[in-house]
């Protein structure tokens, strides 16, 4: 009777690990994974995404939601996009509308139309959400991709890290433009990829106008060039340059909308409007210094991004055979943190541009490790995994600080002042030039005081609003009129000096 069991049993477990190998080979079994991943990928992204709008980058996602929120307040130009920052502190001029000339504002645009169409959520959570979207759509563009140089797995496991990583999640749950233009860098690299195998000139144009929208939202994606030259010339040789026309509509397609905006924010809108970026590239002279190997190799790629344990799959990724177009990916990421050196110093949301093409190479490690004959599979897979949750778990606690919002009194200060104040009114909300403050106020102003009070006030400034009791502050009390005043936050009328002067304690 017990042999008869073990014969059932036995039996079983072969038939079972047949359907499952027959179904882990599956199509079903695949779209499954893919599935799972983008949804996981979606529900990260969720946490925290009704945040005030003060953790992490607040001042760079503030410059982009006030982009947002004056369309909605005074109606849609895409010409002429306006932040509230009346200062010269971004562009080095003193910029009295607002004017604010850096992408093309097609992520307000839409976030705006969200918005209007579906005004249950605010118009801070939809500009999240669709980063999110965005985030979703680059990691089945990922996918894509990944099967195409590294087959299915490949394409699942470079998925599953630009989903999961968790600096990415923080990254493009964000009210920033990276999300969408990475998300349009990878559909156009997709067409493009479809367009060598099937020479459809459909896709290579297709390819090139999503490719002018990720320039128009961000230039730096241009450093993916050298992907579109391996794969092009590979297929097609050197001579598709010389016998081949329809290449260089698609680079006019693809590059034209880009200048034709360069030259509107020089030319025909106002360089007043164009916050200094010359800085970006080298402004302190870091490049090739130590301490830029340090922050870009070390904090950023290896500490940030890759929890230092990710490193040991990267490099795997490296070194495995017939890689090469994830090796160009790599290569124009290092050219792009070496030419915008100080820039990715200086921001970590930054190296937004660059996960694709560690994703890819984490997605090469992980199939290189777990595939080649030269390792001890009993031990590799293992180590490997050991790894990955070291990489995830320490990435986790580099980045879970970012969505906390430390200083809610610039909240609630900015809440006070929207409602009583003129919607006309011109604030000095200083916050050592950070843009966070004056934005939840709602109004045209400066960030920072620059200047004499008295020059301000000459220049249309009419309230100030402060949450500390600092020497302006207490200066500005001693002459002008306090409208509100607490332990948080005071708010004072510029406009009502005080009649008598106060008594001295």
């Not at 490049?287 to 940030?304: C, D, Q, S, T, V």
């Amino acid at each position: 009777m017990m042999k008869k069991l073990k014969k059932v049993y036995k039996r079983s477990l072969s038939l079972c690990d047949k359907f499952l190998n027959r179904f882990a080979k599956s199509k079903k079994f695949e779209v499954l994974c893919l599935f799972i991943i983008l949804v996981g990928a979606f529900g990260v992204r969720l946490y925290k995404i009704n945040n005030p709008l003060d953790d992490w980058h607040a001042w760079r996602q503030a410059d982009t939601a006030t982009v947002s929120q004056i369309y909605v307040d005074y109606g849609i130009n895409l010409l002429y996009p306006r932040y509230y920052d009346v200062s010269p502190t971004q562009t080095g001029f003193y910029n009295p509308q607002g004017l604010r000339f850096v992408e093309f504002p097609i992520y307000n645009l839409l976030n705006v139309i969200a918005f209007k169409a579906f005004p249950k959520f605010s118009l801070e959570v939809w500009a999240r959400l669709i980063s999110v979207f965005c985030a979703v759509g680059s990691t089945f563009f990922l996918y894509l991709i990944g099967k195409k140089f590294l087959g299915k797995w490949g394409g699942l496991t470079a998925a599953f890290f630009y989903g999961f990583i968790p600096y990415n999640i923080y990254f493009t749950r964000v009210i920033l433009p990276e999300p969408m233009a990475v998300f349009f860098l990878t559909t156009s690299l997709w067409f493009f990829l479809v367009y060598v195998d099937t020479k459809t000139r459909a896709n290579l144009f297709l390819s090139a106008v999503f490719f002018a929208l990720s320039m128009l939202l961000k230039p730096f994606v241009a450093f993916y060039f050298p992907v579109y030259l391996f794969v092009l010339v590979k297929k097609f040789g050197w001579k598709v340059f010389f016998s081949n026309v329809e290449i260089y509509v698609a680079l006019l397609i693809g590059l034209a909308p880009f200048c034709l905006w360069r030259a509107w924010m020089n030319l025909g809108g106002n360089p007043v409007g164009i916050p200094l970026f010359a800085w970006l590239f080298n402004g302190n002279g870091i490049r090739f210094r130590p301490a830029w190997f340090r922050w870009i190799f070390g904090e950023r790629l290896g500490y940030l991004i890759l929890g230092i344990w990710g490193v040991v799959v990267f490099t795997f990724g490296v070194l495995k055979p017939k890689n090469t177009p994830i090796l160009m990916a790599a290569l124009g990421m290092f050219l792009y943190v070496l030419v915008v050196a100080d820039g990715n110093v200086q921001h970590d949301y930054y190296q937004t541009q660059i996960i694709p093409a560690i994703a890819l190479m984490l997605a090469s490690g992980v199939i290189y490790i777990w595939n080649s004959p030269e390792f001890n599979k009993w031990i590799a897979r293992p180590l490997l995994g050991f790894c990955l949750v070291m990489m995830f778990g320490m990435g986790l606690y580099q980045v879970i600080g970012d969505y906390q919002v430390n200083h809610y009194e610039i909240i609630v200060a900015g809440q006070e002042a929207n409602k009583i104040l003129p919607k006309d009114a011109i604030v000095i909300a200083p916050y050592n030039g950070d843009t966070t403050f004056l934005y939840q106020t709602k109004r045209f102003g400066w960030p920072v005081v620059d200047r004499s009070f008295d020059e301000l006030i000459r220049m249309g400034a009419d309230y100030y609003v402060s949450v500390n009791y600092d020497t302006d502050t207490n200066n500005l009390l001693k002459k002008y009129k306090a409208i509100e005043k607490n332990n948080t936050f005071v708010i004072i009328d510029l406009h009502q000096p005080l009649t008598q002067t106060p008594l001295k304690k």
